[in-house]
Structure formats: C-alpha cells, structure tokens
C-alpha cells in the first residue's frame, strides 16, 4: 500500500492500466475467517462474555513450552532461572516454576523484586541489571529482618562505582549483600568490559567484608542477530571462560557461584556450554513474535492480545480520499474493508483472520484493513500476537486463560511498572 502513487491522477491512471496489466495489482491477502483454533478460542471467550481488549494465555500451549524447554535442557547439566519480567503475573510465574521445577529467577526491577518477596519468598532471586542505589538502598532498608531468601538477591553490578555504592548500602545498614558481576560477552549493553575490569572489581568486593561474590552474568542477545548466531554464541562463550578462568585464579575455585548465561533466543545454543551453569529464560514460555526464532522453533505461541470489532467499514473510506476508494481498491483489494478495534494499540501484530493489516492510508493503528474475503463481524475478535511479554503484558488488567475449551482463569499480573 505504501508503494501506491500519491498522486489522485497517477493513483487513478495506474487503477486502469491494472485492468489490462493484473501484475500491477497487490495480491489478496484474505483467506476467509478463523480457523478453527482460533474459531474455538472466540467461541470461549464469547461465552466467558468477554467483550474488551484482553490478553489470553493458552494453557496448554504454555504447558507444552515448559515441557519442551525442560526437555530441552533435561541432558545438559544447565540449571534454569526464570525471566520474571517476562511473565509478569504471579500465578504465571508459579506455573513456570513448577513446571519446570526451578526455584530461580531473574528479576529486574525494584516493583517486582518487592513483589516476589511476597509471592515467591523461597526464592533465589538474581538481579537482571544493576539497579540504581537508591532503590536497593531502599529495599535493604525495608527488608532488614525478612528471613525470606528472595529479600537477599544476588544484586547485579558492572562497575566499580556500583560496588562502591552497593559497599556503601551494606555498611549503612551493617548487612551483608550478594554481588554478581555482569561481563560484556560481546551485546555492550552493559557488563565489565574486560578481564582488568574484572579483576579491578573482584577485588573491591574482596576488599569488603559486607560483599560477598556469587557469580557472573554473561547476556548475549544479540548473537541472535548475528549471520552464525551458533558461531557468536562460540566468542560468547570463550569471553565468559576467560572471564571464569580469572576468577579461579584469584578466589581458587568457582564451585556453589552462579555463573548465569543466555536468554530465550540463545539459550539452546548454549546447550554444551562447558563454562556457565544455568541459562536464563522467560519470553520462550510464550513466545511473542520478537522470538520467532529458528533457536525457538520448538515451542509454540502462547499469549494473544484479542480485540473485539466495534465497527466494520465497507467499502473503507479514507479521510479526504473518499472519490479515489475506488482506484485504491482496483489496485490494493486488501485496503476494501475497514475494521475499527476496541482498543488497537499495543505492541501485537493481527495474526487471525488472515490477510489483515493496520492500514498506512488511514495511518499508525487506527484501522484495520482487509479484503472482501476477509470473513469478520462486528463483535468479533481480531487475534494479534504480541511482539514481547514485557511490559505487553501488563497493559490489558487481568490475564485470561484458556484452557483448550472454555476461559476458565483470570491471572491478575504484576503491578505496573516500567
Ligand atoms: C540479563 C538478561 N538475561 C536473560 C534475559 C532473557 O529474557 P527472555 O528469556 O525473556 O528473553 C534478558 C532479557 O532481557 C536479560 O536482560
């Protein structure tokens, strides 16, 4: 559609060229209605009596996820700590613990790290990013007598200035506290950037009785991206066993520390990994479209974003362009109908009824457009998936599940945070 002339008279004169040359005609895109996965979802949710934008969990997708990252890591001698930020709600968080029968998780911010201490009290909680030190100066203060082990994380640090402050913050509230230190494997995204810098910290944190270190954090999204994402993941690896091989020569040996790696589009890459002894993942549990991944091919989506149709327009009437409709139409049949949503916004992608697109005629996400064979009603729900969990996921209020027949849960989430 983008491609289309802008010009009313060119717009109109390429229409009727494409009545002689079809070749100039976008192809169809439309394909009926649902299929019967999601024919059957809308019948649930149309019986549950939902009528608003809602985030769905299909429960027994996300059952057989677990099942096949488990399976997946079940011969490796990798443990595996779950992404909380990306499974932002308690009883989805629990499911996925238990599933996969892990007691660690990643948490990254100062919300759910409060939030976990009450929910998941048991457990081994290893900061994803160095927080800021007024926030963990905060939680420290706050959490002083907890007994829960989550209220005493691994909490990350990159620099000597964090450790400096992380020092500062134990001293203050005369408590001992975890340091994991996070090394660049290659993203630059944060981690200490060499092998000096890491000796540089080892021995900060040795110079303070308060500190305690507990392991490495070594992330490498970005070798997803890479031409070899299993070449990358090699380097990966071989900073991160430098990076081991330094701390053995200093402390002596690395048994009991949590030498964390990976995430979900890695994570299988990492499956031989002789250096690091536990992968982290979350979003692979539901699989937004960011990780339609040939490292992910064995787990399935799990989470929509559905919206019911408040209106269907036909034929689509563009604002200012109503007398081109029909030139628009010859050339493109997909921009013939409009289906405005209940909500639209949101980071997720239309998946069912096949052949729709948020239309760049009548701009951002305003409007759904598709082709007359596109079936769809008023009432009925678009199926989008979202392109990540985080953050996503927290923007609808309560999660409902899917159990394959009916909506039979509603899984509040985390409170909102950034
Ligand atoms: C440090 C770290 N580890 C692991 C992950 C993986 O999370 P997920 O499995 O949801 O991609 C992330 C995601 O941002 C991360 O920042």
Redesign the pocket.
């Known amino acids: 559609v983008k491609s289309l002339p802008p010009d009313p008279l060119l717009l109109r004169a390429a229409a009727l060229a494409s009545c002689l040359l079809p070749g100039l005609r976008a192809k169809d895109r439309g394909a009926g209605g649902h299929d019967p996965y999601f024919a059957a979802l809308q019948a649930a949710l149309k019986r549950a009596g939902v009528a608003q934008p809602t985030l769905v969990i299909d429960r027994p997708r996300l059952e057989a996820n677990i099942a096949a990252v488990r399976a997946s890591l079940a011969p490796t001698r990798l443990g595996l700590r779950v ?1 909380s ?2 499974l932002p709600a308690p009883a989805l968080l629990d499911l996925v613990l238990a599933g996969t029968k892990s007691n660690r998780l ?1 948490v ?1 911010n100062g919300v759910m790290l409060d939030e976990v201490v009450a929910c998941q009290p048991q457990a081994d909680v290893l900061l ?2 160095p927080l800021p030190a007024a926030q963990v100066a905060d939680f420290v203060r706050r959490h002083a007598n907890s007994p829960a082990p989550a209220a005493r994380p691994q909490w990350l640090a990159d620099s000597a200035q964090r450790i400096a402050q992380y020092a500062e913050i134990a001293r203050a509230n005369d408590a001992p506290l975890r340091i994991n230190l996070e090394i660049d494997v290659g993203m630059h995204r944060g981690g200490l950037p060499g092998l000096e810098a890491l000796s540089q910290a080892l021995d900060l944190i040795a110079a303070e009785p308060l500190l305690r270190l507990t392991g490495l ?1 070594g ?1 490498d ?1 970005h070798a997803a991206g890479a031409a070899s994402p299993s070449a990358e993941v090699g380097r990966v690896m071989e900073r991160y066993a430098t990076a081991v091989g330094l701390l053995r020569e200093k402390l002596g040996a690395v048994a009991g520390m949590t030498l964390n790696t ?4 890695t994570y299988a890459l990492h499956l031989a990994d002789p250096y690091a002894n536990e992968v ?5 549990f539901v699989k937004p479209t960011h990780f339609d991944l040939p490292t992910l091919a064995h787990v399935e989506p799990a989470a929509f974003v559905v919206e019911p149709v408040l209106k269907v327009m036909d034929p689509a009437l563009f604002p200012r362009r109503e007398g081109l409709t029909e030139a628009l139409n010859a050339l493109d049949p997909n921009s013939r109908r409009g289906f405005f949503l209940y909500g639209g916004y949101g980071d997720a992608r239309p998946v069912s009824p096949p052949g729709l697109r948020f239309s760049t005629i009548y701009g951002g996400r305003a409007m759904l457009a598709g082709s007359a064979r596109v079936e769809l009603a008023q009432d009925d729900f678009v199926f989008m998936r979202p392109t990540e969990s ?1 953050g996503v996921f927290l923007q609808f209020g309560d999660i409902a599940v899917y159990d394959g027949q009916e909506i039979s849960a509603w899984w509040p989430t985390f409170r909102v945070h950034a």
């Open positions: 992404v930020k990306s990643m990254f994803g990013r954090m992330y999204a990976a995430g979900s589009p982290s993942v979350g979003s692979a985080e």
